[in-house]
């Protein structure tokens, strides 16, 4: 099991923008969240942009161990939301509801 680190909630927030590979402009205000992940060992200033972080390696790694404890019953949960077993046996026109 990975490592428990507490993270804010800008921290959070920013963590799952740049997870879903959602990069934006590092403004004053996102400031602090990114400082407090690269204490975290999560991110790292980008040496190829000054103005910019990237994972580091480590922090990608731990990301990975992290997903692999729930992605399987989470993917299990999104099938079964999206196509509930039996949802594709029926049809609208085949519902009582009176119209």
């Known amino acids: ?3 428990t680190i507490a993270l ?5 927030a ?5 997870i879903r590979g959602r990069p934006f402009p590092v403004e004053d205000r996102d400031r602090a969240a990114f400082d407090e992940l690269v204490g ?3 991110m790292e200033p980008d040496p190829h942009n000054e103005a910019d972080f990237r ?5 990608w790694e731990r990301l ?4 692999e404890t ?3 019953s989470l993917q299990a949960l ?3 939301l999206l196509a509930p077993a039996g949802f594709w046996g029926h049809s609208a026109e085949d519902s009582d509801d009176g119209g």
């Open 78 to 80: 999104i099938d079964y």
């Open 64 to 67: 990975l161990e992290y997903r």
């Open 1 to 3: 099991m990975p490592e």
């Open 8 to 12: 804010s909630p800008a921290a959070v």
């Open 40 to 42: 975290a060992g999560i």
């Open 14 to 18: 920013l963590l799952r923008f740049r």
């Open 70 to 72: 729930y992605a399987t």
């Open 55 to 59: 994972f580091t390696d480590e922090g």
